[in-house]
């Protein structure tokens, strides 16, 4: 029960990663690949990962699962394109970091008899491009499925044990509920990120100090995430808008508290709510160590970063 033929629809990052994963597993198994990108496709030629394809036609054709490796933004236009090649019975499938806007817009694009199984994998570096890709990108990390409740149960099943192969552990959740969870873990974070940067460099104009060059540890650590793709970026708070404002309007209200402690010099409410934290914290770390799951900080909760195609 595995997919013979994989069609990558971009060919960044995660494409590359998935590719060069599958080629460490199964030497037999088909790869095609495509990116709009000239100067992609060639980098990706040079690293032989799969056959690069000078068209959507020759990419996907033949294929029983084709994944988008594409920013949130291009879905719905990519789904268009390839939809005249997609053979009958085919899966597709997608690494995007927002689900419920992608479902709705890619389902619309599908022909009948076509299944989508959307899946996102909570794997990826702050860097982009086919060279970024490295075999072990998946294993132990977690791949989340948010398939609907029209997908019969054994391609969903299929597509499980496809991630399962690349090392990831699985699990499923509705759309709604996936965005909302990688609101709080990922997006916020990353919001903030790039907000920290902007007032440190804002900060250093202002008083004529060399903020960003004396910055300690902590702040070079938590500002990775900064150094992610822009465009990814944009697209991803545009598409989950509501659930990160949601959680972007609770995190306001947490600083404002803090800010009011630290006004009245409230020391004993500080110490109380940094030691629950803390306690949080460390029981986040435990329970992935308990578990076998390669828990890091939340520096390294980047989302896949694909290839604009």
Same mark, same amino acid.
């Given at each position: 029960?595995?997919?013979?033929?994989?069609?990558?629809?971009?060919?960044?990052?995660? &494409?590359?990663?998935?590719?060069?994963?599958?080629?460490?597993?199964?030497?037999?198994?088909?790869?095609?690949?495509?990116?709009?990108?000239?100067?992609?496709?060639?980098? &990706?030629?040079?690293?032989?990962?799969?056959?690069?394809?000078?068209?959507?036609?020759?990419?996907?054709?033949?294929?029983?699962? !084709?994944?988008?490796?594409?920013?949130?933004?291009?879905?719905? $236009?990519?789904?268009?394109?390839?939809?005249? $090649?997609?053979?009958?019975?085919?899966?597709?499938?997608?690494?995007?970091?927002?689900?419920?806007?992608?479902?709705?817009?890619?389902?619309?694009?599908?022909?009948?008899? !076509?299944?989508?199984?959307?899946?996102?994998?909570? +794997?990826?570096?702050?860097?982009?491009?086919?060279?970024?890709?490295? +075999?072990?990108?998946?294993?132990?990390?977690?791949?989340?499925?948010?398939?609907?409740?029209?997908?019969?149960?054994?391609?969903?099943?299929?597509?499980?044990?496809?991630?399962?192969?690349?090392?990831?552990?699985?699990?499923?959740?509705? &759309?709604?509920?996936?965005?909302?969870?990688?609101?709080?873990?990922?997006?916020?974070?990353?919001?903030?990120?790039?907000?920290?940067?902007?007032?440190?460099?804002?900060?250093?104009?202002?008083?004529?100090?060399?903020?960003?060059?004396?910055?300690?540890?902590?702040?070079?650590?938590?500002?990775?995430?900064?150094?992610?793709?822009?465009?990814?970026?944009?697209?991803?708070?545009?598409?989950?808008?509501?659930? +990160?404002?949601?959680?972007?309007?609770?995190?306001?209200?947490?600083?404002?508290?803090?800010?009011?402690?630290?006004?009245?010099?409230?020391?004993?409410?500080?110490?109380?709510?940094?030691?629950?934290?803390?306690?949080?914290?460390?029981?986040?770390?435990?329970?992935?160590?308990?578990?076998?799951?390669?828990?890091?900080?939340?520096?390294?909760?980047?989302?896949?970063?694909?290839?604009?195609?």
């Amino acid at each position: 029960m595995k997919f013979n033929h994989i069609a990558l629809v971009g060919l960044g990052l995660i &494409a590359s990663s998935i590719a060069l994963a599958l080629r460490s597993k199964d030497t037999n198994i088909k790869i095609t690949g495509f990116s709009k990108t000239k100067k992609t496709r060639e980098e &990706a030629r040079k690293i032989g990962f799969c056959i690069v394809c000078e068209n959507y036609e020759d990419c996907i054709k033949g294929a029983d699962l !084709v994944i988008l490796c594409v920013p949130v933004c291009v879905m719905s $236009y990519v789904t268009e394109k390839i939809s005249p $090649y997609l053979s009958r019975s085919v899966v597709v499938s997608d690494v995007g970091s927002v689900k419920e806007s992608v479902v709705v817009e890619v389902q619309k694009k599908l022909p009948k008899g !076509v299944f989508f199984v959307p899946a996102h994998p909570l +794997a990826g570096t702050e860097n982009s491009g086919p060279s970024s890709g490295f +075999a072990t990108l998946f294993e132990n990390r977690y791949c989340i499925l948010t398939p609907s409740d029209k997908i019969p149960l054994e391609i969903i099943n299929k597509v499980r044990l496809f991630w399962e192969k690349l090392g990831s552990n699985v699990i499923e959740m509705e &759309a709604k509920h996936h965005d909302l969870v990688l609101s709080v873990t990922s997006h916020a974070p990353h919001l903030i990120a790039f907000a920290m940067v902007g007032v440190a460099d804002d900060f250093s104009k202002v008083t004529n100090s060399e903020v960003i060059n004396y910055s300690a540890a902590g702040f070079r650590d938590f500002t990775r995430l900064a150094a992610s793709d822009p465009i990814m970026w944009r697209d991803v708070f545009l598409n989950n808008k509501d659930a +990160a404002l949601e959680i972007l309007g609770r995190f306001t209200e947490e600083l404002f508290t803090l800010q009011k402690a630290i006004r009245k010099k409230d020391g004993e409410y500080l110490l109380k709510y940094f030691e629950r934290t803390r306690k949080i914290r460390r029981s986040i770390v435990s329970a992935g160590r308990r578990n076998g799951i390669r828990t890091v900080s939340y520096t390294h909760l980047t989302l896949p970063t694909s290839d604009l195609v």
